[in-house]
C-alpha cells in the first residue's frame, strides 16, 4: 500500500530529514512515531503529495510519487487521500452538510448527498446535518470532520496528531473512530503521534505497524529530544552509583 527507499527531505536553510527504507504490509495501519521535530508532519506531507519528493522513491496506493508534475499530484491526492486535520477546519458559515459538501464545490464537481447521508448516518450524527459547527460537542465535530475526510472514498486516511488538544476520553473516541471508519471503508489509515495515549491504544494491534522516527542526523535532533538528553546527563551525574 505504501513504502519508500532512500527518501529524504530538505527544508530551504534546513538539515536533511532522512527517512529509513519502509514497506506497509497489506492490510495493515501505520503508526508514525517520534519526538517533535522528529519529521513525522513532513512524512505525512510527502506521502499526501504536498511537498515534491526530493530525494528517493515513494509509492502510495499504486502510484510512484516521485514521478507526479504537481498538477497530477492535485488529482491523485483528491483520487486517493483523506485528510482529518489537527485543527478540525470546519467552517462556521456553512451547516454540517455543507462543510461536507464543500470540497467537491471547491473542485469544480457537485456535491454528492447521497455520500454525505450514508457518512453521517453511519457515524451517528445523521441529525446533525442542518447544524453549524459552533453547535457541536468535541465529539460530534470529530465525525463531521472524519465523515468530510470520507467523502470520496480514500484509499488512504491521514491523521496528524488526532489527539492534541483532546482528553483522555476523546481521544480514544476518535482512534476508535479512525479505526471502525478504516474497517468499513476499507482505507488505510496512516496517524502521526507522540502521544502516549495514542501509543498505548494502537500498539498492541497485530494490524497496526509503529515506525518511529529518529529526526535529523545532523543537528543532535530537536530542541525536545536535546533537552530530553540533558535531562539523561543529569540523572546520571546524580545517580547515586555515580558517586560511589
Ligand atoms: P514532527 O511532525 O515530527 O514534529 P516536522 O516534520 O514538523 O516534525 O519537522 C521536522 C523538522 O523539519 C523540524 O526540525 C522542523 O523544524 C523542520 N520543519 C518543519 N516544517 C518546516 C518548514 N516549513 N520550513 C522549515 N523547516 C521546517
Ligand atoms: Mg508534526
Known amino acids: 500500500m505504501l513504502g519508500w527507499q532512500g527518501l529524504a527531505h530538505r527544508y530551504a536553510g534546513g538539515a536533511e530529514i532522512a527517512y529509513d527504507d519502509f514497506e506497509l504490509p497489506e492490510r495493515h495501519h501505520l503508526l508514525l512515531r517520534g519526538a517533535s521535530g522528529s519529521g513525522k508532519s513532513t512524512l505525512l506531507a510527502l506521502l499526501s503529495g504536498l511537498l515534491r519528493v526530493q530525494a528517493g522513491e515513494l509509492h502510495v496506493a499504486g502510484t510512484e510519487l516521485q514521478g507526479l508534475n504537481p498538477r497530477a499530484l492535485d488529482a491523485w491526492r483528491g483520487a486517493t487521500l483523506g485528510v482529518v486535520p489537527q485543527r478540525l477546519h ?17 473542485a469544480g464537481q457537485g456535491a ?61 473516541h476518535m482512534l476508535a473512530l479512525l479505526l471502525d471508519a478504516a474497517e468499513r471503508e476499507h482505507c488505510t489509515l496512516v496517524i502521526a503521534s507522540h502521544d502516549a495515549r495514542v501509543v498505548e491504544a494502537l500498539g498492541s494491534r497485530d494490524d497496526v505497524v509503529e515506525l518511529s522516527l529518529r ?9 525536545a529530544s536535546r533537552l530530553a538528553g540533558l535531562g539523561r546527563d543529569r540523572t546520571t551525574f546524580w545517580s547515586p552509583g555515580s558517586l560511589s
Open 90 to 106: 470546519l467552517s462556521d458559515a456553512l451547516t454540517v452538510a455543507g462543510n461536507l459538501a464543500l470540497p467537491a464545490l471547491a
Open 112 to 172: 454528492d448527498t447521497a455520500r454525505a447521508a450514508e457518512l453521517l448516518a453511519a457515524l451517528d450524527i445523521a441529525d446533525l446535518a442542518e447544524r453549524r459547527p459552533h453547535q457541536l460537542s468535541v465529539g460530534q465535530a470529530q465525525r463531521v470532520a472524519l465523515a468530510r475526510a470520507l467523502m470520496r472514498k480514500p484509499r488512504l486516511l491521514l491523521a496528524d496528531e488526532p489527539s492534541a488538544n483532546l482528553d483522555d476520553e476523546h481521544t480514544l
Open 215 to 223: 529526526g535529523r542526523s545532523d543537528d543532535g535532533g530537536s530542541m
